[in-house]
Structures are given as C-alpha cells and as structure tokens.
Nanobody
Framework: QVQLVESGGGLVQAGGSLRLSCAAS????????MGWFRQAPGKEREFVTA????????YYADSVKGRFTISRDNAKSTVYLQMNSLKPEDTAVYYC???????????????WGQGTQVTVSS
C-alpha cells in the first residue's frame, strides 16, 4: 500500500510560481513512476506530467510544457511539481499519482493523493 500526501497549494497571482510536494509512504519509492494530474471545477481530470524513474523519460502536457517541472528527492520519498508562469487556467485541484508506467492515462495509476488546491488569480 502506498500513501501519497500532497502539499504546497495556495493562491497566487498570474505569472507567479508555486511548488507542490507529494510525500510517499513507501520504501520502494524509486520503483514507481510518479505523475501529476489536475481537475478544474466541472472538468475531467487531466494529465499534467509524469516521469518514469527507471528510464528517466519525462512527459508533459502541451499546456504546461516549458512552465512546469517534475523532480524528486529519493532520500525524502518526495516528488515535486515546480510551476512557473502560472495562468488562471492552471487553477485546479492537483493530484499526485503512483504507478508502474509513465502514461497520461489516469486509470493506469494505482495510488492517488488527496489533492491540493491551486488558485491563480488574474
């Protein structure tokens, strides 16, 4: 069983930055692919980014490419999402997820955090 706890959300003005954290309670953290998804009110959950730690391959949604960066700290079993140049359309609940394959398909992730709210004001 893997437990994921996100933190770091909040309110920021357009153009600002936030860093989200996702702490995993699992010893084999480096075995998992970690991803970030988001869900805005009235919309479906959408893929943001994912990284396969075995291959090093990283994927980003076109909407966040060049602005968001996924990274990790193995010693802390934590994955981060650095978000720069934030836009009002980035407003959503952000979820981290753990799985075995770096994919944009949410159903292929086995474990999910509770989510953290990010609100970007214009």
């Amino acid at each position: 069983q893997v437990q994921l706890v996100e933190s770091g959300g909040g309110l920021v003005q357009a153009g600002g930055s936030l860093r989200l954290s996702c702490a995993a309670s699992v010893r084999t953290f480096n075995s998992y692919t970690m991803g970030w998804f988001r869900q805005a009110p009235g919309k479906e959950r959408e893929f943001v980014t994912a990284r396969s730690w075995s291959s090093g391959n990283t994927y980003y949604a076109d909407s966040v490419k060049g602005r968001f960066t996924i990274s990790r700290d193995n010693a802390k079993s934590t994955v981060y999402l650095q978000m720069n140049s934030l836009k009002p359309e980035d407003t959503a609940v952000y979820y981290c997820a753990a799985g075995w394959k770096a994919t944009s398909t949410s159903r292929q992730y086995d474990y999910w955090g509770q989510g953290t709210q990010v609100t970007v004001s214009s």
